[in-house]
C-alpha cells in the first residue's frame, strides 16, 4: 500500500499539536501555581491548579501516544522495516502500540524543526487560554467578593509579578506602558555596561552614537 | 575502541526480546517526542518559575540561552555528521541486532537527541540544581533506550552528551556579545505580562 508522507506529516501534525497544547498548559499550570501566579491560574485554588497541571500533561501523553488505537494511521505495525510505501494504513494493536509513534520523519514523522515550530504554537495558545481563563476567574472572584482583586492599580509592579493578584487583561495595558518608558533608558544602561565587543555596541558606534 | 563500542552495543541489543514490557518502554523513552516534549516543558515551566522578580530574570536569561544552546547543538552535530558520517549500528552489524527503532538515515556521531537533552538540561542544572539532575535523567534514559535499540554506538552517545554541554557553555559566552539585545527582550516580553 503506498501511503503519501504529506499525509502522514499532516496526521502526525495534528495529533501533535494537541499533545503539546495540553502538556504545555499542564506544564504552564504548575509552574505558576508554585509561583504564585494567580492570573494565569485556571481555578481559584493553588493545589487544584497544580493537580490540574499534572492531570493535563499525563493526559496528553496518553491521548498521543494510544490514539493509534482507534486512529487509523501508517502506525509502525510492529515491524521498523516497513517504511510509508510498504506499511499498512490502518489501527494499531495493543501489542504494537509502544512503537507505533516511531515512524521516520522522511516517511511522514516530524522533524525537529517541525517540533518546534508546533510546540511554540502550542506554548502561545496555552498562555493565552490561561490568560483568559484567568482573567474570568478572577472578575467572578472579584465580584463574588465585591471587591477589586482584578484590578489593583499599583503600577509599580507589572509582567509575570503584576499578575499574582491582577488578571492578565489588567496588567497588560500597566506592563505595556512601563516596557515603553523604561526600555530606552534599560537599553542604554545595559549598554554601557556591556562586553567591549558587544555586537551592538559597536553598531551603535558605527552609526555615530556618542557615549 | 570500535570494536568494544561494537560490543557493547551487539551485548545491549541482545537483551533485548526477553521481556517485552521493558522493550515496550524503551521504544517509548526512544520515541521522537516523549522526551524532546520534556525537556520542553521542563524549559517552559523554568520561565515560569521563581519566586522574585530577580530570580524570574535569572531563570528566563537562563533558559533563553538553553534554547540557543539548542539550535547550536543541532549545526554543531551536523557538521560532525558531514565530517565524520559514521554509519548507524544497524549498518555495520545488522546481522547482530535485534532493531527496536526505525532505521535513521543521518550518520551516528554524535547523538544528536543527546546533544539537545544535555544542553536543556546543562540549563536547567545551572539555576535549579535538583530539577536540572532530573533533566540529566531524562536525557541520559534518552540515549541509553537509544543505545538498547540498536540506532546509536556508546560514543555517539557519550559524544552527544559532551557537544551539548560544551555547546550551552559557549552559548552562555556568547550571550556578552550580543547584550543589551537578550534582556531587552526579556524585558519586552515583561511587556507582554509573559516574563
Known amino acids: 500500500m503506498n501511503t503519501d508522507p504529506m499525509a502522514v506529516r499532516d496526521l502526525f501534525a495534528g495529533h501533535y499539536f494537541l499533545f503539546a497544547f495540553l502538556a504545555s498548559i499542564g506544564a504552564l499550570q504548575i509552574a505558576v501555581s508554585n509561583s504564585g501566579i494567580r492570573g494565569l491560574w485556571l481555578t481559584p485554588h493553588a493545589g487544584i491548579t497544580r493537580i490540574l497541571g499534572i492531570a493535563l500533561i499525563l493526559t496528553g501523553i496518553a491521548v498521543f501516544f494510544l490514539q493509534p488505537l482507534w486512529v487509523e494511521g501508517p502506525w509502525a505495525a510492529g515491524s521498523v522495516e516497513a517504511d510509508s510505501l510498504t506499511r499498512e494504513w490502518g489501527k494499531a494493536s495493543w501489542s504494537e502500540i509502544a512503537g507505533a509513534r516511531n515512524v521516520n520523519d522522511i516517511h511522514g514523522g516530524l522533524d525537529g524543526v517541525k517540533q518546534t515550530g508546533w510546540f511554540a504554537l502550542a506554548v502561545i495558545l496555552a498562555f493565552f487560554v490561561s490568560a483568559v481563563v484567568g482573567t474570568l476567574s478572577m472578575k467572578i472572584l472579584s465580584a463574588a467578593q465585591s471587591g477589586n482583586a482584578g484590578t489593583l492599580t499599583n503600577s509599580d509592579t507589572d509582567g509575570l509579578e503584576g499578575l499574582s493578584n491582577r488578571s492578565y487583561l489588567s496588567n497588560l495595558p500597566i506592563s505595556w506602558r512601563n516596557f515603553r518608558t523604561d526600555i530606552r533608558v534599560l537599553w542604554r544602561g545595559e549598554l554601557a555596561k556591556t562586553d567591549r565587543w558587544s555586537l551592538m555596541r559597536m553598531l551603535s558606534r558605527k552609526g555615530g552614537s556618542s557615549e | 575502541?570500535?570494536?568494544?563500542?561494537?560490543?557493547?552495543?551487539?551485548?545491549?541489543?541482545?537483551?533485548?526480546?526477553?521481556?517485552?514490557?521493558?522493550?515496550?518502554?524503551?521504544?517509548?523513552?526512544?520515541?521522537?517526542?516523549?522526551?524532546?516534549?520534556?525537556?520542553?516543558?521542563?524549559?517552559?515551566?523554568?520561565?515560569?518559575?521563581?519566586?522574585?522578580?530577580?530570580?524570574?530574570?535569572?531563570?528566563?536569561?537562563?533558559?533563553?540561552?538553553?534554547?540557543?544552546?539548542?539550535?547550536?547543538?543541532?549545526?554543531?552535530?551536523?557538521?560532525?555528521?558531514?565530517?565524520?558520517?559514521?554509519?548507524?549500528?544497524?549498518?555495520?552489524?545488522?546481522?547482530?541486532?535485534?532493531?527496536?527503532?526505525?532505521?535513521?538515515?543521518?550518520?551516528?556521531?554524535?547523538?544528536?537527541?543527546?546533544?539537545?537533552?544535555?544542553?536543556?538540561?546543562?540549563?536547567?542544572?545551572?539555576?535549579?540544581?535538583?530539577?536540572?539532575?532530573?533533566?540529566?535523567?531524562?536525557?541520559?534514559?534518552?540515549?541509553?533506550?537509544?543505545l538498547y535499540a540498536g540506532v546509536f554506538y556508546p560514543t555517539d552517545i557519550v559524544g552527544g552528551a559532551i557537544v551539548g554541554i560544551v555547546i550551552y557553555g559557549f552559548t552562555t559566552y556568547l550571550r556578552r556579545f550580543l547584550e543589551p539585545l537578550i534582556t531587552s527582550f526579556v524585558r519586552l516580553m515583561r511587556g507582554l505580562s509573559a516574563a
Open chain 2, 1 to 146: 575502541m570500535t570494536s568494544l563500542d561494537a560490543n557493547i552495543v551487539i551485548w545491549l541489543n541482545g537483551l533485548s526480546g526477553n521481556v517485552k514490557i521493558f522493550d515496550d518502554l524503551m521504544r517509548l523513552a526512544a520515541s521522537d517526542y516523549l522526551m524532546p516534549l520534556v525537556f520542553s516543558l521542563g524549559m517552559l515551566g523554568l520561565w515560569f518559575s521563581g519566586k522574585t522578580p530577580a530570580e524570574r530574570v535569572k531563570y528566563q536569561l537562563t533558559m533563553l540561552m538553553g534554547i540557543s544552546a539548542l539550535s547550536i547543538a543541532n549545526v554543531v552535530v551536523w557538521l560532525f555528521n558531514i565530517w565524520l558520517e559514521r554509519p548507524r549500528p544497524f549498518v555495520e552489524h545488522g546481522d547482530e541486532l535485534n532493531l527496536l527503532f526505525y532505521p535513521p538515515t543521518d550518520p551516528s556521531f554524535p547523538a544528536n537527541p543527546v546533544a539537545v537533552g544535555f544542553a536543556a538540561a546543562t540549563a536547567a542544572w545551572t539555576i535549579n540544581r535538583k530539577f536540572g539532575w532530573w533533566l540529566y535523567a531524562a536525557a541520559t534514559l534518552f540515549g541509553f533506550s537509544r
